[in-house]
């Protein structure tokens, strides 16, 4: 598949057309953003962990019979893709309270879930991704009933591959954002990327941050902490 013009520049990644229309390709920046862009920096090395790690989970996840964007890594930073209309939901599972969800409902960070909880916000930059519930969804035309049902199911279903694949690794899944797509054959599946970019992983015994909070936070040894995650999930 050849490599044509960009189409678009993300705050993480670029996209790429291919000769072929059904087909992308991302490529992984490691440029970073946190606070609606705010904050601004670089995390040398984390396109290539990123692209290899969201890889390695989304065939991971194919193989469990999750569909997902993925087709084939091209190189350390580039991945051919299947290209999908996003759905304009970020679909967000949590195992244990941190970010927005502590301090929207006033509670410390470090609570562990019951049951897992699902959530969904309304993907607009302009409205700064507010917070919507299904209803909400359905009402403004994002998604249907069933397409709604379909995502969360799924959701749940990759949350406990993940929590699985993470916990022999010794990392907690304190919880994470995935993006879903529809495929020119109307297939749902997921998109974007599972990454320290997009997750919350604490070491299960000392509680030490392994993701972007590091960066959003000024915890400092922020490239360290993609490196341990690679590591620990790909084995360099
Ligand atoms: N998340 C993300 N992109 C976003 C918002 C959240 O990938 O635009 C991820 C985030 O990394 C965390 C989870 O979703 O793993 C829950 O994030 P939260 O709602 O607590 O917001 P945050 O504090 O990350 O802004």
Not at 39 to 61: D, E
Not at 95 to 115: K, L, Q, T
Not at 158 to 175: C, S, W
Not at 196 to 219: A, I, N, Q, V
């Amino acid at each position: 598949m050849e490599k044509r013009e960009q189409l678009y520049e993300g705050k993480a990644k670029k996209v790429y057309a291919t000769d072929d229309p059904a087909f992308v390709i991302v490529s992984y920046k490691d440029d970073a953003t946190a606070f609606d862009g705010a904050k601004k920096g670089t995390i040398a090395g984390k396109g290539a962990i990123n692209n290899r790690m969201t890889n390695m989970l989304m065939r991971k996840l194919e193989a469990r019979g999750i569909p997902t964007h993925y087709v084939e890594e091209l190189s350390e930073r580039e991945t051919l893709v299947k290209k999908v209309n996003i759905v304009p939901l970020e679909v967000i599972v949590r195992n244990v309270s941190a970010g927005h969800f502590a301090s929207r409902y006033g509670v410390a960070e470090g609570i562990v879930f019951d049951s897992p909880v699902v959530e969904f916000s309304y993907k607009n930059d302009e409205l700064h991704d507010p917070l919507l519930n299904d209803d909400h969804a359905i009402a403004l035309g994002l998604a249907t009933r069933g397409e709604i049902d379909q995502i969360r199911s799924c959701a749940l279903r990759i949350n406990e591959l993940l929590k699985d694949i993470l916990a022999e690794v010794g990392v907690t899944l304190v919880d994470f954002k995935l993006e879903f797509g529809k495929t020119a054959a109307g297939e749902l599946v997921v998109a974007d990327e599972i990454s320290p970019d997009t997750c919350r992983f604490w070491d299960s015994r000392t509680g030490e941050k392994l993701d972007k909070d590091r960066f959003r936070r000024d915890l400092g040894n922020v490239e360290e902490a993609y490196e341990e995650m690679s590591r620990r999930l790909l084995g360099s």
